[in-house]
C-alpha cells in the first residue's frame, strides 16, 4: 500500500528551539492529517487541513497545505519536554475512506 | 464522553490460538479501521469498514478477520495463521469528511 514519506525520521532539539517536519507523495489529497502519539497511546489529532494552500495554527504548530496538494508540513515553535513523541502526517482522499500514513518523526526534546 | 474504546490494554496469544481484540466506539461514526503499529512502520491498515454488515480489506489483512454486526463495534481477529503477531494494534472511526479519531490501542504479545 502507499505510504508518505515524512522526514526527518527522528529529530533531537534543545527545549526552546523550533522545530520542522515535513511530508510529500506521489499522489494528490484533499485533506491533510498531522497526528502525535505518545508511548503506549494513539495518535491524536493535531491539525486538519482541507484546501490546498490553506495554513493553520494551533498554539505552538503551524501546519500548511501544500499549493500542489502532494505535501503538507508541520512547524513546532519553541519547543518544551512535552512534546516529545512521535508524529505523523495523513493524506486523506475522499470521505470514510482509509487514511494513508507517513513512517513518524520521533522528536525527542533535551531540556 | 464520547469515544472509541479498546480492550484487552495488553494480550498475549499461545501459538495455534486465535484471538479477539475488541473496539466500541459511542461517537455514532459510520466508517471504522484497524491498523497495526510496528516499531518504525508506522501504521498499516488491516481492515476497514464503511457501514454496518461491510468491510473491505486493507494491506495487510491476511491472518486477520472482522466482523461489523453493530455500527458501534468492530471487532478483530488475530487468527493462528498470522504468523508474526506481535505489535501494536489501533483502532479508529470517522465520519463523513471528519479526521479519523483513535484509541488507546491493544499491545498484543505471543506467550
Known amino acids: 500500500g502507499q505510504q508518505l514519506n515524512q522526514s526527518p525520521q527522528s529529530m533531537f532539539i534543545q527545549e526552546g528551539e523550533d522545530v520542522s517536519m515535513n511530508c510529500t507523495s506521489s499522489?494528490?489529497?484533499?485533506?491533510w492529517l498531522w497526528y502525535k502519539q505518545d508511548p503506549g497511546e494513539g495518535p491524536v489529532l493535531l491539525i486538519a487541513l482541507y484546501k490546498a494552500g490553506e495554513l493553520t495554527s494551533n498554539g505552538r504548530l503551524t501546519a500548511q497545505f501544500g499549493t500542489t496538494r502532494k505535501d503538507s508540513f508541520l512547524n513546532i515553535s519553541a519547543s518544551i519536554p512535552s512534546d516529545v513523541g512521535i508524529y505523523f502526517c495523513?493524506?486523506?482522499?475522499?470521505?470514510?475512506?482509509?487514511?494513508?500514513f507517513g513512517k513518524g518523526t520521533r522528536l525527542s526534546v533535551i531540556a | 464522553d464520547g469515544g472509541i474504546t479498546q480492550s484487552p490494554k495488553y494480550l498475549f496469544r499461545k501459538e495455534g490460538q486465535n484471538v479477539t481484540l475488541s473496539c466500541e466506539q459511542n461517537l455514532n461514526h459510520d466508517a471504522m479501521y484497524w491498523y497495526r503499529q510496528d516499531p518504525g512502520q508506522g501504521l498499516r491498515l488491516i481492515y476497514y469498514?464503511?457501514?454496518?454488515?461491510?468491510?473491505q480489506k486493507g494491506d495487510i489483512a491476511e491472518g486477520y478477520s472482522v466482523s461489523r454486526e453493530k455500527k458501534e463495534s468492530f471487532p478483530l481477529t488475530v487468527t493462528s495463521a498470522q504468523k508474526n503477531p506481535t505489535a501494536f494494534y489501533l483502532c479508529a472511526s470517522s465520519i463523513d469528511y471528519q479526521p479519523q479519531h483513535f484509541g488507546d490501542g491493544t499491545r498484543l504479545s505471543i506467550l
Open positions: 469498514s464503511q457501514i454496518v454488515n461491510d468491510f
Open positions: 499522489s494528490i489529497f484533499n485533506t
Open positions: 495523513a493524506g486523506l482522499f475522499s470521505g470514510n475512506t482509509p487514511l494513508v
